[in-house]
């Protein structure tokens, strides 16, 4: 957090208003991923504002997705479907195809909590080929989660397992605590309803333990 605060001390020092919606949008990520949805809410907001004045597409697009997440965690899948819309259409205005995907991942999981299964499994499906044509590993395993998201809620726990396992070995690896934290609770959901407590308590145990990383 002092390093994008810092950030933003510097861009406002040299008026460089791109790079200051992107260190605001950075301290709410932090915030974010601590819990504080109110307080990401208004940084991203605050992001977003500053990107529209200046006419920014590309912040614009990453405070939208930005707070996407915010409504996603709230459970209000229909605004966050909104904002990840916006989001790839703004990247898409501009031709960054590696940013629209980031939106559109999501957006597929949106779909399917929307009740749109088919919809969102297509869409994931095109992000998972996108990010290993890229190789861009983040996007990888945020699509395996949203992917076993998905066959969770279609009856498929071992395909679930299969993908948040999946997840989890790049974020591991990446030192991405929240969302390891994320795709291990995807594999203690899948390993229950397989019948392996054994795997679902150790799954657990190294969530809690990749969360207070975060504090």
Request: proline fraction near 1%; charged fraction near 20%.
């Amino acid at each position: 957090m002092s390093y994008f605060e810092r950030a933003a001390e510097l861009a406002r020092s040299i008026d460089n208003a791109n790079c200051l919606t992107y260190a605001i949008n950075g301290s709410g990520v932090i915030c974010f991923e601590r819990g504080d949805l109110a307080e990401a809410e208004r940084l991203y907001a605050e992001s977003q504002r500053l990107s529209r004045l200046i006419g920014y597409q590309p912040g614009e697009s990453l405070a939208s997705r930005s707070l996407g997440h915010v409504h996603r965690a709230r459970g209000d899948y229909a605004s966050a479907a909104r904002c990840y819309a916006r989001a790839e259409s703004l990247s898409l205005s501009v031709g960054d195809r590696l940013s629209a995907t980031h939106a559109r991942c999501w957006l597929g999981d949106a779909q399917v909590r929307l009740g749109r299964p088919a919809a969102g499994r297509r869409l994931l499906a095109e992000c998972l080929h996108v990010y290993r044509e890229c190789a861009n590993e983040w996007g990888e395993a945020a699509t395996l989660l949203n992917i076993g998201n998905a066959q969770l809620a279609a009856g498929r726990p071992r395909v679930a397992h299969l993908r948040a396992t999946a997840a989890a070995a790049i974020w591991r690896r990446l030192n991405a605590f929240y969302w390891l934290a994320q795709a291990l609770d995807q594999v203690a959901a899948a390993a229950d309803l397989l019948g392996n407590s054994a795997d679902a308590t150790r799954a657990r145990t190294e969530a809690r333990l990749a969360r207070t990383q975060l504090t």
